[in-house]
């Protein structure tokens, strides 16, 4: 069915029961930290990550600990629990994408979930001289304000305090790609946003990666967290499509020719 001449609904209620499994994305990330360590490729670049909708610093641990194991200056916005695009949250995030640019003297990637994810596409779109590359988890960057998510209610009671950012919230992403390398990680399994939310056009230096599992595990859903690792152990100007190693084909789905300007 259509969702363009209406407002998506929220995921329905059992997906929404089943982001449950995200203790047990947790416990997987956590039993296979060591080798999730061991094949990173790092070469000491800035990596920038920004917790989703509700969530802070904590919550990008696990992910934080297995990048910095792998060999990147890895580190989380400092801002305190993300409470939407307030005025604290919005200079204070471009503040510190400023001051680890100067620090490495590099280009920084980022990584956002959900929430975070929108905030890191719109500052590679005002500054993507200081952005080598954005990823987003479960970002559903094409939501439009007639669409629902799970938490919709509270985003809506918060959004007094708001700053609005509409770039990454157009209908049909009249904003426009990215002109940095941009990769979005997504579940159709989600059960707070649309997953087709979260697709970018693909083309030159922008792809979609479905992993199987919740959206409060995308975080710590080992593979997504492989597919983070490959992302970044690119180096500047050698940009390709991401393709899952051997026997590891079982973790990520089959890429399909559904396109994102039509929700069906």
Request: with cysteine.
């Amino acid at each position: 069915m259509a969702e363009t001449d209406r407002g998506a609904a929220p995921p329905s209620n059992w997906l929404r029961v089943l982001e449950a499994r995200a203790v047990f994305e947790l416990g997987a990330a956590v039993a296979a930290a060591p080798w999730l360590r061991m094949i990173g490729r790092g070469d000491n670049h800035p990596v920038l990550i920004l917790p989703g909708f509700l969530a802070d610093d904590s919550s990008t641990l696990p992910l934080r600990y297995i990048l910095r194991g792998q060999g990147y200056w890895v580190d989380g916005w400092d801002l305190g629990r993300n409470l939407g695009p307030t005025p604290h949250i919005v200079d204070g995030l471009l503040a510190k994408l400023h001051a680890m640019h100067d620090r490495h003297d590099a280009p920084v990637s980022l990584i956002g979930w959900s929430l975070g994810g929108i905030y890191a596409r719109r500052i590679a779109r005002r500054h993507p001289e200081m952005v080598r590359q954005v990823i987003t988890l479960g970002s559903p960057f094409r939501i439009t304000p007639d669409d629902r998510s799970a938490v919709s209610r509270i985003y809506e009671r918060l959004s007094p305090q708001h700053i609005p950012i509409v770039e990454e919230a157009l209908p049909g992403i009249e904003a426009g790609p990215l002109t940095v390398p941009a990769t979005s990680i997504y579940t159709r399994t989600d059960g707070v946003v649309r997953w087709w939310q979260c697709l970018d056009d693909e083309g030159p230096q922008r792809e979609n990666i479905e992993v199987y599992g919740s959206h409060s595990g995308l975080g710590f859903n080992p593979a997504a967290i492989y597919a983070i690792s490959d992302r970044l152990a690119q180096r500047p100007g050698e940009w390709a499509p991401f393709s899952p190693p051997p026997g590891t084909s079982q973790f990520f789905p089959k890429p399909t020719n559904w396109s994102p300007r039509v929700a069906a």
